[in-house]
């Protein structure tokens, strides 16, 4: 079904006014997309769905879950994670406290990932982890750390990439596997680790009061225009420590001046002192 523009606005519009969800900003192309395809799949009119959200709190959050986009996977594009290693290794030993923040987590495959590695690196200890989303229903899937192993079979290669490094590495000492029952469940003591909690990127700014040693946030922002990118970007900037990291996803990069606040490897960014930024 197709969706002019001016439903796209309207959509926007009246959305944000009897919810809490702002989609200004959000990639027109993409968010057009996802609207088409919701409308298709439950066979309605702009008209119906906006009445159907509007009195259906369970719609609503459904609608949201389908133009959001959640996607993550273990260890996902593992030679990121393989450079990221021997940063973590240089600047998080020396800290008495590590806080780390997965904004846009989804159900959460990438939180256990890094608490997967923190463990293997001796740093599981200090480390604080938060994992947000705009979407109630993947925080309660990454609270409950069990996941189909169908989903994570095509992944176990992630895995292999990532921690081959450690020799003695064993993903059951993580992951209790039951193949009759066709699910991974998350032990206990990682998984009770991280701190889940709804967070709207857009508008919700730092809720936490305090600065993050790093950010991890995947493939999120592509499905932002230029301008909203460049604010959250900024925001991320100053949220991070004077000498925290940013993680992005592959095809996502800052394009804007913020850039130059930055050193870049690959889609890891390493925010730079005020010394370096002078001396640029």
């Known amino acids: 079904m197709e969706v002019a523009p001016q439903d796209v606005k309207r959509f926007i519009d009246e959305t944000r006014q009897f919810s809490e969800y702002d989609f200004e900003g959000y990639s027109l192309k ?12 439950n066979s309605m009119a702009m008209d119906s769905l906006l009445k159907k959200m509007q009195k259906n709190s369970k719609f609503l959050e459904y609608v949201v879950k389908e133009i959001t986009v959640n996607t993550t ?42 608490l997967i590695l923190l463990y293997e690196l001796g740093l599981f200890h ?5 994992g947000t989303d705009l979407n109630e229903d993947v925080l309660e899937t990454a609270r409950a750390a069990k996941y189909r192993m169908h989903d994570f079979e095509e992944y176990w290669e ?15 000492k993580y992951l209790d596997v039951n193949s009759r029952r066709g699910v991974v469940k998350v032990k206990s003591y990682i998984a009770e680790k991280p701190i889940f909690a709804k967070h709207n990127l857009i508008k919700d700014g730092n809720i936490f009061g305090f600065k993050f040693d790093l950010i991890m946030c995947r493939n999120v922002l592509i499905y932002f225009d230029h301008e909203l990118q460049d604010k959250i970007f900024k925001f991320f900037y100053e949220t991070i420590t004077p ?18 606040k930055f050193n870049r490897i690959d889609s890891i960014y390493l925010k730079k002192t005020e010394e370096d930024v002078w001396n640029f």
């Open 30 to 41: 993409s968010f057009t997309r996802r609207l088409e395809k919701i409308l298709t799949d």
């Open 158 to 172: 992630n895995f292999d990439k990532v921690m081959s490094q450690f020799p003695d590495f064993d993903k059951h």
């Open 243 to 260: 000498d925290g990291v940013l993680v992005i996803g592959k095809h996502e990069s800052i394009l804007s001046p913020i850039q130059r």
């Open 73 to 114: 996977e273990p260890f996902r594009t593992p030679s990121i994670w393989n450079k990221l290693v021997p940063i973590m290794k240089e600047k998080f030993e020396k800290l008495d406290t590590i806080n780390i923040w997965h904004a846009g987590c989804s159900t959460g495959q990438e939180v256990y990932s890094m």
């Open 126 to 130: 200090k480390v604080k982890v938060y």
